[in-house]
């Protein structure tokens, strides 16, 4: 009888053991097509930072509510962010913010991190009051925008990227 109970414990031993290799074979499939997929779109140009919260120089991080993203084509690039800070040249049109706009002429520039992620350079050439965008993407999709103003203080975004 405990032969039995023996080989019926280490029976279910291996069974669990299985079952549990073979789910983190799969989670590490599904993460690595996660990955394909976040690098197929940085390299294609074909992407979309959704942000959710902001930090501007002041240092009081904010929730942002509603959708603000900096969308990446392959010809051209929108950006409808808010901004907080100080500017020292006022726009002429107050209903236009100084991160909404659309850029067909810019410089794009991805490379890969030695921290699982990229780090992608954006320099819209049409733009005023932009100098660079500095995309800093993990592996897990989490993104953290810094954008750098000709005429107002920095400031840094943080969200994820949305592929299409």
Do not use: C, H
Request: no cysteine; hydrophobic share 35%; proline share 4%.
């Amino acid at each position: 009888m405990k032969n039995i109970l023996k080989y019926l414990l280490t029976g279910l031993l291996l069974l669990a053991i299985q079952v549990n290799t073979e789910a983190q074979s799969s989670k590490e499939a599904k993460k690595a097509k996660e990955v394909e997929v976040i690098q197929n779109a940085i390299d294609g140009k074909n992407y979309t930072f959704r942000a959710q919260s902001m930090v501007p120089m002041t240092g009081i991080t904010r929730q942002l509510n509603g959708v603000y993203d900096l969308t990446i084509s392959d010809n051209e690039i929108t950006s409808f962010l808010p901004y907080m800070g100080r500017i020292y040249m006022p726009l002429l049109d107050p209903m236009e913010g100084p991160l909404r706009f659309t850029s067909k002429d810019f410089t794009y520039s991805a490379s890969e991190d030695r921290k699982k992620g990229w780090t992608i350079s954006i320099k819209p050439k049409d733009v005023r009051s932009v100098r660079e965008f500095t995309l800093n993407v993990q592996d897990n999709g989490n993104a953290t925008l810094q954008v750098t103003g000709n005429d107002r203080q920095p400031v840094t975004f943080y969200g994820y990227i949305e592929t299409a």
